[in-house]
């Protein structure tokens, strides 16, 4: 079963444009709140997190803390004066591997100017990657002594035989090493990514190799948490009508069925790797949709083909720049477009505000 865990953050206001800050340099007020409480699938059901220990941290690009601490402990009428800050919310540090500390959060790049407000969607993800282990009776009766020790660049975390526990470490490589005695052989390397949760069984070969060690991954099942949006994502979503259209996330398990998809615009001329999420824009036949207007990452988009005449003429964002940041619900058949999961041969779509 997926695990869902679902942050929003609201900062009210509009971002504008930088050409038109205020010379008189007035004060944006940011207004913060999370939506509904948190719950954590790592914390026994019906135990909520309590979002007041939240993380908050708001930073201007030239260094400057406005404020870094409990989010509930947050100054009441926080203001900024016009200028770009980074403002992110995490819900625990992590720093060094450690078990059952799975790290949720966001960031983003907000403009402040000429006094007015600014609106910011957080979408909070699981930051940092979980590695749960199990061994088989195999491998225990052919190392019955010592431990796993699981390492990378920001430290090192020892599992024993005995562990249950998930594992939670930064995203990148690491080294899987057997222990015993002093003694310190390295088995093998798995690269993980944030909001993955790997569950390895290790089993051992009855053949030995040169170095006296033959170790296999039996199994393996790789769960990624999902992001979804409070209020528009439910269990009646079967993609069957644009009423009823499903979210990226959902979609993306359904590959090659024809099906409604929602989300906004957030930009176009995409490549293997990039998408231009500012403009001005040059290739009318895709655009980039994704579960926040907000979204500035390529990995969390969802490609769609602008083929049909209609549909690329109406959606477009070389003709159509006004689209950017809209919501829409598309009718096309789930594939992969660009390297990532999204959505070819668009017959309909309704366009939202």
Known sequence: MKKRFVVTAVLTSVIL?????????????????FAEPLSSPDTRAGVAADSNSFILSIAGMNGETVYKGAYGSRPAGLTLKSGTYEVSVVSQEFVLPA???????????????NGEPVRVAFLCRM??????????????????AGILLLKQDAGSLAYTYSESRTGYFKAGDVGFYYVNGGSETPLFNRQVNSGERHSLTLNASSEESA???SIKVDTTTLAIVEMVTVGQEYAG????????????????????????????????????SSVNFDGPFEKSSNMAIAA????????NCFPVELSKAAVKNALNLVDNPGN??????????????????????????????
């Open 324 to 353: 950017l940041g809209k919501r829409v619900c598309l009718k096309g058949k789930v594939a992969t477009y660009f390297g990532l999961t999204g959505l070819k041969s668009v017959s309909e779509f309704e366009l939202g505000e």
């Open 17 to 33: 444009a930088s050409c038109n800050i205020d010379p008189a340099g007035r004060e944006s007020r940011l207004d913060l709140s």
């Open 211 to 213: 170095s006296g060690f």
């Open 127 to 144: 930051t940092n990657a979980g590695i749960r282990i199990s061994l088989t009776d195999a491998f225990k009766a052919k190392y019955p």
């Open 237 to 272: 979503a079967d993609g069957s009508s644009a009423q009823k259209a499903m979210s990226i996330s959902q979609a993306a398990s359904h590959p090659g069925d024809t099906l409604w998809v929602w989300g906004y615009i957030v930009g176009g001329d995409l490549t293997t």
């Open 292 to 299: 926040s207007a907000s979204e500035r990452r390529f990995a």
């Open 99 to 113: 078990f059952e500390k799975p790290q949720y959060g966001d960031s983003q790049i907000v403009l402040a100017a």
